[in-house]
Each structure stands twice: as C-alpha cells, then as structure tokens.
C-alpha cells in the first residue's frame, strides 16, 4: 500500500506541474515523463496495479467510441482508398529505415525489420521470439525507445498545430436509449472475451470503440456522455503505466543502436508530416492536424488522447490507426515474419 500510495501521488504531482506549466496532454506526459527518470536513475519501488491501465483504456475506448455517429461513420467509408495508401505508404518507409538501420549498425536483417515495423512492442517482441536469427532484446529495445520518443514528441507538435475551437465541434443532443446501451454491454463483453482467447493486442481499448461505433451507427442513438474529467483520469491511468514499464534502456542501449532509432523515429515522424500535407491538399475539408495524427507511428490510444485534447477529428484519427493496426497483423506483420524465416533457413539458421 505504500509503494502504491508514493506512485499516485507521484503521479497526480507531476500531472498537476505539467498543468500548471501550460504543456500539453500534462495528465499523461506528466506522470510518464516523471516515472520513466525515476527508473533511470533510482531504484525506487513502485506499484501501480495492472487493472489501471485496462481501466484508463476502457475509459478511452468508451470516450473515443461516443465520437462515432452516423454521419462520422459514413464519411469513413469515403475515406478508405486514402486509409489504404497512408497504410501502405508507412508500412513501406518503415520497412525502408529498417534496412536504413541494418546498414547503420550491422545487425541482422530480422532483427532490423521486425524493430522498424510500427506494429507495437509486444506484437513484434512475440514473433521476433519465433526468428532464430532475430535478437529479442533489440527489437524490443527498438520498439519501447521508438515509442517513447513518438509518444513525446507528436502530442507536443500537435499542441502548435491548429485544431478546432470548441465551438467548432459540432455537438448533437444527447438520445439516451436504455436498449441500445443493453445491447452495447452485451456486445462489447462478447467482443472482449473473444479478442481475450486470441490474443488480440489493445483490446481493452478497441473492443469498447468498436462495439459502440456500431451500436451508435446501427440505432442512431447515444450510448454514455462521459465528462472531460474522464479523460483527465485515463490520461494519468495510461501515462503512469507507460512510464513504469520503460525498463532501464541503459543496460540495453548502445549509443550506436540509440542513434540509428533516433534517426529513423525523426524520419519516419517527417514522412508522416509529408503524407499528412499530401492528403490535407487532396481533401480541404480536413486539417492538416487530422492527417499527421492518423498518419503518425504512436499508438492508438496516445493519438487519440492527443486528438481528442487538440481538437482533431477523433473519428477519423481513430479510424486511421484501427486500419493500420488490422492491416499490420493481419497482412504485414505475417508476410516480414514469413521473409526473415526464409532468410533464417537459407542462411542456416
């Protein structure tokens, strides 16, 4: 209880100083930022319980889902061709900087390949685990400080891009509908229970986006109206639990290795930059803040915290990462894994 009891004050004081100090999304860069020094340089005990950040997601997700009408939904079917190339497009550069990063510090092929490909920590740690050839401690090492400095440096560029005022969003009335939220219930412990037995990575969050998405679009009815204090307390639920799980990367990362990620991380967020421009200029109707978030490598549910704060299209950012994310493990992901075991079996491994 006293470790826990340290860590939420922790927590709720460096939320609170980030606030104060004016930066942005200060409830989860503000315990992250607190947590990932304190691992570095202390060896403090902390303890923060696992149902927190399953907690933090399903608020998210419930928040994030709320934002998908009728209309919103029908507007991303429009959007698909242009979901299909930005996939396709940073997949493909992604995969690029990783020969990039092969060339720059000598490791194997595997190894650069799976750490470069924007698929999430644990999702490319357990098949790096199935590659012989592929060395598990750099892809991880790869993925987690890649993350850190995306998860860092795209929600505080989005803090100086233009974003809608309040007033600018629009905000229909609020239709309970005490069936459709039965329904809902129902659905979205289905899904999770589902996307539980196979593994399905960030469920927490995309069940309860998905389920009610659907639900909302199907009956045209509001499932929850959360207010902004929810958001406030997923932000320090999340952001305390990222900070804690960056283990020391000193005792894994040589200043080699922590060049070529830096590297590739301020490419890759470019190239996001370049798309997000591209695409701002084939449909006006959309800001340049809603592209770059879309296309940027963070996780979806910093993206989305980040959208919702600055005032991007939460629908179409949310909708952006949920296609990357199934085409990756779906399509992507497979097809590298498939290549570097037939580069393991002809190089003897």
Not at 15 to 32: D, E, H, V
Not at 201 to 206: F, Q, S, T, V, Y
Not at 268 to 292: C, H, Q, R, T, V
Not at 295 to 311: D, F, K, S, V
């Amino acid at each position: 209880m006293k470790s826990f009891l340290i860590t939420l004050a922790i927590a709720l004081g460096a939320g609170l100083l980030f606030s104060l100090s004016g930066l942005f999304l200060p409830w989860l860069l503000g315990p992250m930022a607190a947590f990932l020094v304190l691992r570095q340089m202390t060896d403090m005990k902390f303890r923060w319980p696992k149902v927190f950040r399953t907690i933090g997601l399903l608020l998210l997700g419930i928040q994030i889902g709320a934002a998908f009408t009728q209309e919103s939904v029908l507007l991303m079917g429009a959007d698909l061709p242009y979901m299909f190339i930005m996939t396709i497009a940073v997949v493909a550069f992604s995969l690029l900087l990783g020969l990039l990063f092969q060339r720059m510090t000598r490791v194997t092929m595997s190894t650069a390949l799976l750490g470069s490909m924007p698929g999430g920590l644990s999702q490319m740690v357990l098949i790096s685990e199935d590659v012989k050839s592929a060395n598990v401690t750099i892809v991880s090492v790869m993925q987690t400080f890649r993350i850190l400095l995306i998860v860092f440096t795209v929600p505080l560029a989005a803090g100086f891009l233009s974003g809608r005022a309040p007033g600018e969003i629009e905000e229909a009335s609020f239709q309970f509908s005490p069936y459709a939220f039965g329904i809902a219930l129902v659905a979205g412990y289905v899904l999770y229970w589902i996307m539980k037995r196979i593994s399905f990575p960030a469920r927490e969050l995309m069940a309860p986006v998905l389920v009610m998405a659907i639900v909302q679009t199907v009956t045209g009815s509001d499932l929850v109206d959360l207010p902004s204090l929810v958001i406030i307390i997923a932000q320090v639920l999340i952001g305390t639990h990222l900070g804690l799980s960056m283990e020391k990367l000193g005792d894994s990362l040589d200043s080699r290795i922590a060049g070529a990620v830096f590297l590739n991380t301020v490419l890759l967020i470019a190239f996001s930059a370049g798309l997000a421009y591209g695409l701002e200029l084939l449909l006006p109707d959309y800001l340049f803040l809603d592209f770059f978030l879309s296309a940027a490598p963070g996780g979806m549910a910093e993206m989305t915290i980040t959208a919702l704060e600055a005032g991007a299209d939460v629908p179409l950012v949310t909708s952006f990462h949920l296609f990357r994310l199934f085409f990756i493990l779906l399509v992507a992901a497979p097809l590298v894994s498939y290549y570097v075991k037939k580069l393991d079996a002809k190089s003897g491994y």
